[in-house]
């Protein structure tokens, strides 16, 4: 779902949420079905003396060529465009609402029928968001659900999509509920406004990531008890170990929407939760599952919700000043036009949703890099914690139909959010020559003293 009027919440959610919502495989709307790649797995702990990690990191990446890679990488690329359209569209639908005078037209509408300033701005945020997701519908349609489709990255039925469409809507409109009448509360109320609003999304952050596990997340999928068994106490094991305050593993059911794999360690300030999905369950091996996990747990044991909300907090700072900067400097040149008088005017919703999506295009690069510094280390902890390599590897590739590879260096750099396939096969082989004979000769001494 893209809708502009959103974007200062949906990010908000993204940023506050990043660790309840992470996964390995980095932020697809669906993901490929992955019995179409053949992956077979190195021998497990090579500790040969001449064992080369660069040569294993090309062994693995060469499994996925031909035709996959083709697919892979097309539909990767093909999303960047994606990327430039939403941005572009998003300015336009913006436009079109000041310059014709909607935007205007709406405010003296809500604030004829009603004379309380909250009761305003939220009648306001609603009736705009409604227009702008009605605009951006063809859009998300041919995106999330056609394009989705024609790759073979969808399990989901016209309707399904739809049902899940309209949810998130609700979500957006909740959310725009929540925010929109305290925002313009400040606004009118201090001139340092920019600093209370990023106050309060920051704020929105936190309790979006306390609530995802609990209340979100359930929406859309149905998440039941993992059955006992090897692969669950192995799990649980590792949570132990590690000081992860869970006491059960959850299964949700992602199949009825994508093949992707993934697994969460969801949850803040005690609502923490282990949950797989089906597909991890049924399309990896136990090793497999548990790299996958331990990565999820790297990120509550290296507590990187604290991290990325501070992180993302500086970046939501940054984005209100730059708001409240052009906004005034937009204002000075064509208010009149616009019939907006300043960032109090409930008719420069618009405007303010358009300048936040400026900054956050060009800040993504920097978004990008604080969200994959943390899954770079949570990686680095599953391969300490799981002793796994070679299972993170032929898990990396499971990943490929829906994200390339091995992208260029300022590829990688302006729109990843996670490493790339190559670089985490890589970080696994560097560790696997490195960490564990040694690692092995001690354990062998430790059990067997002479």
């Given amino acids: ?39 077979v797995m190195l021998p497990v702990l090579d500790t040969t003396p001449d ?26 690329e093909g999303g960047y465009w994606l990327l430039l359209l939403d941005f572009l569209y998003g300015l336009a639908v913006a436009g079109v609402l000041l310059w014709s005078g909607v935007a205007a037209a709406l405010r003296d509408y809500v604030q004829q029928h009603t004379h309380n300033a909250w009761v305003q701005a939220l009648f306001y945020g609603a009736a705009y968001g409604g227009i702008v997701t009605a605009a951006a519908f063809p859009l998300s349609l041919y995106q999330d659900f056609m394009r989705e489709h024609d790759y073979g990255l969808s399990n989901m039925t016209f309707m399904a999509w739809a049902g899940e469409y309209l949810i998130q809507f609700a979500l957006a409109l909740v959310a725009a509920a929540i925010l929109v009448p305290p925002l313009y509360w400040a606004i009118r109320r201090t001139k340092h406004w920019w600093l209370w609003g990023a106050a309060i999304v920051i704020a929105f952050q936190i309790v979006a990531a306390v609530i995802y596990p609990v209340w979100i997340a359930p929406l859309t ?53 282990i949950a797989l999905t089906d597909n991890l369950l049924a399309q990896t091996t136990p090793d497999e599952t ?54 109090g005017d409930l008719a420069g919703l618009p405007l303010l949703a358009a300048l936040f999506s400026i900054f956050f295009f060009i800040a993504a690069p920097v978004t990008n890099a604080i969200i994959r510094s943390a899954e770079a280390q949570a990686d680095i902890f599953a391969l300490d914690a799981t002793r796994k390599p070679d299972a993170f590897a032929s898990a990396m590739l499971k990943l490929s139909p829906y994200r390339k590879l091995d992208p260029g260096g300022l590829e990688e750099i302006l729109f990843y959010d996670h490493p790339a396939g190559r670089a985490r096969i890589a970080m696994a082989m560097r560790w696997k020559k490195e960490h564990v004979r040694d690692t092995d000769i001690r354990d062998s001494v430790a059990l067997n003293p002479r």
């Fill in 221 to 273: 999928n149905h998440y039941t008890p993992l059955a006992d068994g090897a692969v669950k106490q192995k799990i649980l094991s590792l949570a132990r170990a590690h000081d992860v305050p869970a006491d059960n593993v959850y299964v949700m059911d992602a199949s009825r929407q994508s093949s992707r794999i993934s697994a969460n360690v969801a949850g803040f300030l005690g609502t923490t939760r």
């Fill in 51 to 76: 064992f080369d990690a660069a040569r294993a990191t090309n062994a693995w990446l060469a499994q996925v060529g031909g035709a996959a890679r083709a697919r892979s990488d097309a539909y990767t």
């Fill in 290 to 343: 548990l790299a996958v996990t331990g990565h999820e747990m790297g990120h509550y044991v290296m507590d990187h919700t604290t991290r990325l909300l501070l992180m993302m907090g500086l970046v939501i700072l940054a984005g209100f000043a730059f708001v409240w900067w052009g906004f005034g400097e937009a204002v000075a040149h064509w208010g009149a036009r616009w019939r907006v008088s300043g960032p």
């Fill in 1 to 39: 779902m893209r809708w502009l009027f959103v974007v200062i919440f949906a990010l908000a959610m993204q940023a506050g949420a990043a660790h309840a919502q992470s996964t390995m495989l980095g932020a697809p709307p669906s993901a490929a079905p992955v019995h179409k790649v053949q992956s």
